[in-house]
């Protein structure tokens, strides 16, 4: 069975702060992926980043960093400078392979981010 | 991506009655999911929904209280019937576009509160 556990339920900085949310994840496939998403108020869900889990190369886009520890089957999300806009749930999950059909998604509770000013 | 539209984007409900929520894409996909997510929980998936096939449930969800439809590629519709307040929810759908590696992007979500 697959497994996704956040264990911040929700942290709170202030702005230009840097925030690590954390991801621990289980599962029984060699071969996964691994993904976060954002929440904000609004309640729609954002796609933020796919990883597989053959690829344990830390990705950067802008703001945002992750760092994937196969080790420690782990999946942690940074916001470098944090902004107020980026208050937001945030949701880790994890997949099983493609060729299982189809990706079912596992989510975890998620991390709830407050950036104040 | 696919742009993905939901309706109707809130709703407040009476005990007993049912809603039906929409799903439209802008591209054809070929698999769309349903997911369910209580306040201030996590999402849990409902059900998948494949053009032309019925759709497959989750365990703890049941066709005569969730009935999904797919008509074609672009199109699903959920119902919530004999609704109760524990119904209230964000319901989302989602779709999985091949990008060469799966990915589900999500639509806006409807927010029911059923009184």
């Known amino acids: 069975a697959q497994k996704v556990t956040q264990a911040q339920t929700e942290i709170s900085v202030v702005e230009k702060e840097d925030v690590t949310l954390d991801c621990v994840y289980e599962?029984?496939?060699?071969?996964?992926?691994l993904f976060w998403y954002k929440q904000p108020p609004s309640g729609e869900l954002v796609f933020l980043i796919r990883r597989n889990s053959f690829d344990e190369q830390n990705e950067i886009s802008g703001r945002y960093s992750w760092n994937f520890q196969k080790s420690t089957s782990s999946f942690n999300f940074t916001i470098t400078a944090s902004q107020v806009v980026d208050s937001a749930v945030y949701f880790c999950?994890?997949?099983?392979?493609?060729?299982?059909?189809?990706?079912?998604?596992?989510f975890g509770k998620g991390t709830m981010l407050l950036v104040s000013p | 991506s696919a742009v993905i539209s939901q309706k109707p984007s809130r709703d407040i409900c009476q005990r007993g009655t049912s809603l039906t929520i929409q799903c439209q894409v802008d591209s054809q996909v070929t698999m769309m999911f349903w997911y369910r997510q209580q306040p201030g929980q996590s999402l849990t998936l409902i059900a998948t929904?494949?053009?032309?096939?019925?759709?497959?449930?989750e365990s703890g969800f049941v066709i005569d209280k969730f009935p999904i439809s797919r008509p074609n590629l672009t199109f699903s519709t959920l119902t919530v019937s004999n609704m109760s307040p524990e119904d209230s929810s964000i319901y989302l759908c989602?779709?999985?576009?091949?990008?060469?590696?799966?990915?589900?992007?999500f639509g806006p979500g409807t927010r029911l509160t059923v009184l």
């Open positions: 929904a494949n053009q032309g096939s019925e759709a497959t449930y």
């Open positions: 599962t029984r496939d060699t071969t996964y992926y």
């Open positions: 999950a994890l997949s099983p392979p493609m060729n299982s059909g189809y990706s079912t998604l596992t």
């Open positions: 989602s779709v999985e576009e091949r990008e060469g590696i799966d990915t589900q992007y």
